[in-house]
T-cell receptor
Framework: ETGVTQSPTHLIKTRGQQVTLRCSSQ?????VSWYQQALGQGPQFIFQ???????GRGNFPPRFSGLQFPNYSSELNVNALELDDSALYLC?????????????FGPGTRLTVL | KNEVEQSPQNLTAQEGEFITINCSYS?????LHWLQQHPGGGIVSLFM???GKKKHGRLIATINIQEKHSSLHITASHPRDSAVYIC???????????FGTGTRLQVFP
């Protein structure tokens, strides 16, 4: 039990639609990272938020955007969905104050785009 | 070439066998994680290390910073160890993780 939850667990959308995925971190975890994991692949870094500001971004287009809220929850928004966006989306939060910040992963949201 | 490479990609073992999974990386890192992912997706952090060796129960993780190589060992393997084991490295001072593609382990009774 990592204390990080994600919703929904599964989601089916059609091409062109928009989707919002949610992540709730443990209290005090002020850094959250989002990852996309395609089937059979390792996760790929999408972006990271620290104190409600984007703090780093991977190779993902602007239609992938995020928000982080003061209550340690966050959202990943994807506009104009494409078939290749079908993947498991993972969020991971970090407890600050440690020299090697361990990341706590949520269970993921599996998105299918038809 | 991926910045993080794991071997083997797939591994099958009989219950009780000693298992080794390898990870090599080509970038400067501040830490390396070994993660376990069960079917359904949830990822659990097994180890985070920056030098030497760590042990937790039947699991042992080692890292050689000079050789840019880490190994995860499982002693007395059990069917419940069946999962995908993923190596991930933390570049520099960021919290961004770069993941390997994982090693799928199946342990048969």
């Amino acid at each position: 039990e990592t204390g990080v939850t994600q919703s929904p667990t599964h989601l089916i959308k059609t091409r062109g639609q928009q989707v919002t995925l949610r992540c709730s971190s443990q209290s005090g975890h002020n850094t959250v990272s989002w990852y996309q994991q395609a089937l059979g692949q390792g996760p790929q870094f999408i972006f990271q938020y620290y104190r409600e500001e984007e703090n780093g971004r991977g190779n993902f287009p602007p239609r992938f955007s995020g928000l982080q809220f003061p209550n340690y929850s966050s959202e990943l928004n994807v506009n104009a969905l494409e078939l290749d966006d079908s993947a498991l989306y993972l969020c991971a939060s970090t407890l600050p104050g440690l020299s090697l910040n361990e990341q706590f992963f949520g269970p993921g949201t599996r998105l299918t785009v038809l | 070439k991926n910045e993080v490479e794991q071997s083997p990609q797939n591994l099958t073992a009989q219950e009780g066998e000693f298992i080794t999974i390898n990870c090599s990386y080509s970038v400067g890192i501040s830490a390396l994680h070994w993660l376990q992912q069960h079917p359904g997706g949830g990822i659990v952090s097994l180890f985070m290390l920056s030098s030497g060796k760590k042990k937790h129960g039947r699991l042992i993780a080692t890292i050689n910073i000079q050789e840019k190589h880490s190994s995860l060992h499982i002693t007395a393997s059990h069917p419940r160890d069946s999962a995908v084991y993923i190596c991930a490295v933390k570049k520099g001072d960021t919290d961004k993780l770069i993941f390997g593609t994982g090693t799928r382990l199946q342990v048969f009774p």
